[in-house]
């Protein structure tokens, strides 16, 4: 890995962060950015395109977007931490700062949407401090074991033995954050965002296992990056990620198909309500997880084959998907809640769609200006600088 030819690599990484952001502002635009209000659809045409569509966008995205985002820090770990051990620094203070500028970033982020999630990557970032000179077998065997869920497991076996224990899992909930999302004040609805729609995000992390899965996603990224299957640096190295892509897409394709239908007939077996709740978040994630690595695979070896000819459209996009994400909050609050534009009043999926095709557009032309101009996005070059703080020549 000492000999990564950095543009390759960055450029085909960016290019795969771009498309899992362009999916995450598909998915919230038909989801008004969590404010599961609609208007009634009196055509059955367009209530049956509605729901296809729904349907469609789910199935591509859904789980699958933030997954790939989330495997994409965890690589993006490692290129930070290896550049300052060659320089002979250690990442780990500056690292934690950036963590703390993140979260910094979440708490803005939060005040325009209730299900945010750099709050939560800030918060379990900070799990790779402590194994990032673990041994690649090592991290393996962790994410495994975080992948397999084990909290969940422990409630099955609750739930198995004791067929009346159902605890309210969901203390805090989207819902009630409703009335301050439709409702005309701007300031309402940006305290109840920081404070229950904050809360009921993480509750909701914790309770559908996207904690476990994103810590797994986190340092398998770190150790994707350590091993090398991103690096395309020469013919040697193009054809061991090549290979490892083309394995990982046999594997996971025909697994997700399984999961798929697996979990259903699983789901219609069991009855009691925390196993059946707990079995849904175990075989969800796995699905997902599966899904993804396809998902990621197919992507990958595209963009190789084609030398990156299409697909590197996604490139500037994915240079500033912290400014993307922060952008889509504030701007789909304005169009979808009360206190802007209500769109949520008049647009069913179908509409909502074509709102958030415009709205990708509009940031992809607007990412492909920028670096016409700057090095970095807007908030990526504040969060370079901040972490990078009292250090020259960064």
């Known amino acids: 890995m000492e000999n990564i030819q950095k543009k390759e690599r960055i450029l ?10 362009m999916g995450i502002i598909l998915l919230h635009n038909i989801e008004h950015f969590n404010f599961y209000s609609f208007p009634e659809t ?3 045409v367009l209530g049956a395109l509605d729901k296809s569509l729904w349907d469609m966008l789910f199935f591509m995205f859904s789980g699958k977007a933030y997954a790939i985002f989330a495997l994409l820090f965890g690589f993006t770990f490692y290129l930070q931490s290896r550049g300052s051990e060659k320089r002979g620094e250690d990442f780990k203070n500056r690292y934690m700062w950036r963590l703390l500028l993140l979260l910094g970033f979440g708490f803005v ?9 750099l709050v939560l990557y800030a918060i379990l970032g900070f799990i790779l401090v402590p194994v990032r000179h673990w041994s690649n077998k090592g991290l393996l065997i962790l994410a495994l074991i975080l992948m397999l869920q084990p909290v969940e497991w422990l409630k099955v076996l609750c739930g198995f033995v004791n067929p009346e224990y159902a605890p309210k899992q969901m203390i805090f909930s989207l819902g009630n954050v409703y009335p301050q999302l439709g409702g005309e004040s701007w300031w309402e609805m940006v305290k109840v965002n920081f404070t229950i729609g904050q809360l009921a995000s993480l509750n909701w992390a914790w309770c559908y296992g996207r904690v476990f899965q994103t810590c797994s996603l986190f340092i398998l990224g770190l150790w994707i990056g350590r091993v090398g299957y991103f690096d395309s640096s020469s013919e040697a190295a193009l054809t061991k990620a090549r290979t490892f892509w083309t394995y ?8 997700a198909v399984i999961f798929y239908f697996l979990k259903g007939f699983i789901f219609s077996i069991a009855s009691q309500p925390l196993m059946l709740d707990s079995l849904k978040t175990i075989f969800n994630s796995w699905y997902n997880f599966c899904f993804m690595l396809a998902i990621v695979s197919a992507f990958l070896l595209l963009y190789w084959m084609g030398k990156g000819r299409i697909l590197k459209i996604l490139v500037p996009y994915g240079r500033m998907s912290l400014t993307d994400y922060i952008m889509q909050s504030v701007i789909g609050s304005f169009l979808y809640f009360g206190y802007g534009l209500a769109l949520h009043k008049s647009c069913g999926t179908t509409l909502s769609l074509l709102v958030g095709i415009v709205f990708f557009l509009a ?9 016409r101009h700057f090095k970095r996005g807007p908030l990526e070059t504040i969060w370079h ?3 990078w703080l ?4 960064r």
């Open 385 to 387: 600088r901040l972490t």
């Open 109 to 117: 982020n939060s005040l325009f949407f209730p299900g945010e999630i």
């Open 12 to 21: 085909a990484i960016d290019a795969l962060r771009g498309f899992a952001v």
């Open 248 to 255: 990982v897409l046999c594997f996971s394709l025909p697994l």
């Open 390 to 393: 009292g250090k020259t020549n």
């Open 42 to 44: 009196t055509s059955p």
């Open 363 to 371: 940031q992809l032309a607007f990412a492909h200006w920028w670096f």
